[in-house]
């Protein structure tokens, strides 16, 4: 292994890990446990509220179910952290955190809208892993107009649903992964955590990225180039 591979393989292993343990904890916390303040489910989905960053279509949606996904997303976890387009846009001027700029400023333009680059995740000819567009299309649902039924199974199994990067063969020998990588299942995206959350708290998160702004950026994390258009 050489040296760009193993900082590659070191990066993608501590995101990981910070990224795993975050959703862990947020799948195992329920929406009706003690918050660390003695507050209840409905400080819990108002508090979701309140801190999403972007403006929130609520019609015809559980509200409820649309604050604790907030919350999941934007508290226990940093979802916008891998599904944006990276650091350098994640926040506006002055509005960045890590710079002591308060208060924080989430770029709307790129918020969940994918696009960042993870590099090579496995040995040559592995592509780079790009984070994918989870923004709602016209139909209103989230990752492109993917159902319920479809999220629950790619948090559950990491199916990777799209078949973006297939396993290399005597006939596909460009963006496949070689052995031991299974093209078949996402790589970088923690969903060996995800799939113990219950399906209640996934339904929230699902519910919750239908009520975000539709965005196409065109940018290589948006795949699928969203259609935002009317809804």
């Known amino acids: 292994m050489n040296t760009s591979h193993t900082r590659i393989t070191v990066k993608k292993v501590a995101v990981f890990a910070a990224v795993a343990f975050l959703c862990c904890w947020g799948g195992a916390t329920r929406v009706q446990a003690w918050d660390g303040g003695g507050n209840s489910e409905q400080w819990i989905v108002e508090q979701g509220l309140k801190i999403a960053p972007v403006p929130l279509n609520l019609k015809g949606k559980d509200r409820n179910l649309v604050g604790l996904g907030s919350y999941l997303v934007n508290a226990v976890s940093d979802c916008n952290g891998c599904h944006s387009a990276g650091p350098q846009t994640e926040f506006l001027p002055g509005g960045n955190p890590y710079f002591g700029e308060n ?18 995740v496995g040995p040559p000819p592995s592509p780079d892993i790009i ?6 299309d016209k139909t209103g649902m989230p990752e492109g107009g993917r159902s319920f039924k479809e999220f629950l199974l790619i948090m559950r199994t990491g199916i990777d649903l799209d078949h973006l990067h297939p396993n290399c063969s005597a006939t596909i020998t460009t963006n496949c992964f070689p052995p031991p990588t299974d093209g078949s299942l996402l790589q970088v995206m923690p969903w060996p955590a995800f799939r ?3 399906d209640r708290d996934l339904l929230a998160i699902y519910t919750y990225l239908s009520a975000i702004p539709c965005l196409s950026t065109g940018n290589p994390g948006d795949e699928l180039y969203n259609d935002c258009g009317s809804k």
């Not at 984070?131 to 709602?136: A, E, G, V």
Request: net charge positive.
């Open 131 to 136: 984070s994918r567009n989870l923004t709602p």
């Open 196 to 198: 113990h959350m219950s």
């Open 103 to 120: 208060p924080t400023k989430v770029n709307q333009a790129t918020y969940m809208a994918g696009g960042r680059d993870f590099g090579m």
